[in-house]
């Protein structure tokens, strides 16, 4: 089955930036997808096809991709961005399936 | 606005039943995929099922095929989940969500889940 891997933890100051990556095989070929999730909510979409935002979402939020590998970044980290992060597709191929990545939370020091 | 709100956790007994509902409300919900997700306590996100618009495709993950059934009735804007042979591994958050009306298919609105817990 298709597996997305991202760091288990990231830590940033305030007001820097913060990179969380998810990795997959042949993910250059795939949309992805990120959401948020703070402690006791639901996850909420941040970011959707490698780079779009939904309305509501701030610029300071942005995904990218390059080869196998997709960034979620933060710029001008808040400590209201203290939250799990999830990379997200559907892979379309063999067993046609919605894929998670492995959640990555982020600490504001 | 968009709204989902699910029902029905509870705890139950290894290899028992349970049905959830998801009531939906402020968008028209016979238009949209939907999906339940679900998340063990600590644990990350695992997508469960997912059901076209008008019930004519249905999808499991394979640690709940053949034991859950999802469904949903449009006239009441709901959907549901049948959970049977429930297992301890099966304890968890379960999400409905609406997916985006796109090929790639993310998921733009959540409820704010209700908890399975499987326990004797």
């Known amino acids: 089955s298709y597996v997305l891997t991202q760091p288990p933890s990231v830590s940033v100051a305030p007001g820097q930036t913060a990179r969380i990556t998810c990795g997959g095989h042949?993910?250059?070929?795939?949309?992805v997808h990120w959401y948020q999730q703070k402690p006791g909510q639901a996850p909420v979409l941040v970011v959707y096809?490698?780079?779009d935002r939904p309305s509501g979402i701030p610029e300071r939020l942005s995904g990218s991709k390059s080869g196998n590998t997709a960034t979620l970044t933060i710029s001008r980290v808040e400590a209201g961005d203290e939250a799990d992060y999830y990379c997200?597709?559907?892979?379309?191929?063999?067993?046609?399936?919605?894929?998670f990545g492995t959640g990555t939370k982020v600490t504001v020091l | 606005q968009v709204q989902l709100v699910e029902s029905g956790g509870v705890l139950v007994k290894p290899g028992g039943s349970l049905r959830l509902s998801c009531e939906a409300s402020?968008?028209?919900?016979?238009?949209?995929?939907m999906s339940w997700i679900r998340q063990a306590p600590g644990k990350g996100l695992e997508w469960v099922s997912t059901?076209?618009?008008?019930?004519?495709?249905?999808d499991y993950a394979d640690s709940v095929k053949g034991r859950f059934t999802i469904s949903r009735d449009n006239a009441k804007n709901s959907l549901y989940l049948q959970m049977n042979s429930l297992r301890a591994e099966d304890t968890a958050v379960y999400y409905c969500?609406?997916?985006?009306?796109?090929?790639?298919?993310?998921?733009?609105?959540w409820g704010q889940g209700t908890l399975v817990t499987v326990s004797s």
């Open positions: 969500a609406r997916e985006m009306a796109t090929v790639t298919r993310p998921f733009n609105s």
């Open positions: 402020g968008f028209t919900f016979s238009d949209y995929y």
């Open positions: 059901i076209t618009s008008n019930s004519g495709y249905t």
């Open positions: 042949n993910i250059g070929s795939k949309s």
């Open positions: 096809d490698d780079t």
């Open positions: 997200q597709l559907w892979d379309s191929s063999g067993d046609e399936v919605f894929v």
